[in-house]
Nanobody, 128 residues
Framework: QVQVVESGGGSAQAGGSLTLSCVAD????????MAWFRQSPGKAREAVAT????????AYANSVKGRFTISRDAINDTLYLHMNSLQRDDAATYFC?????????????????????WGQGTQVTVSS
């Protein structure tokens, strides 16, 4: 029902910046809430940032607060993750997720199992 495609991954030096993009193609009501997750080898997938389009509300994991910004461009309907002051620990595969906002409030929006629609992921590498 919803196809999710990420782009923009790549390599950056520690302290540098990268911007990820995500397009979710499907019924609007199924993509009102979106989020970025990341997963490093041997680690569980973790939420990085969430975006509620109706409320225009963003939320961030503590590990990226103040460094990453999630936004959604209404004109081209693209979700972004602007990553600044990158650290080695930010290296991971980043996934974009989409869902209706039913049940996605507060901390629940950070739960992987709450999202049905996922992209294939885009790799981010951070070198020192």
């Amino acid at each position: 029902q919803v196809q999710v495609v990420e782009s923009g991954g790549g390599s950056a030096q520690a302290g540098g910046s990268l911007t990820l993009s995500c397009v979710a193609d499907g019924p609007y009501f199924l993509t009102v809430c979106m989020a970025w997750f990341r997963q490093s080898p041997g680690k569980a997938r973790e939420a990085v940032a969430t975006f509620n389009t109706h409320l225009k509300a963003q939320a961030y994991a503590n590990s990226v607060k103040g460094r990453f910004t999630i936004s959604r461009d209404a004109i081209n309907d693209t979700l972004y993750l602007h990553m600044n002051s990158l650290q080695r620990d930010d290296a991971a595969t980043y996934f974009c997720a989409a869902e209706s906002c039913t049940g996605l409030h507060g901390a629940l929006a950070f739960l992987e199992g709450r999202y049905r629609f996922w992209g294939q992921g885009t790799q981010v590498t951070v070198s020192s």
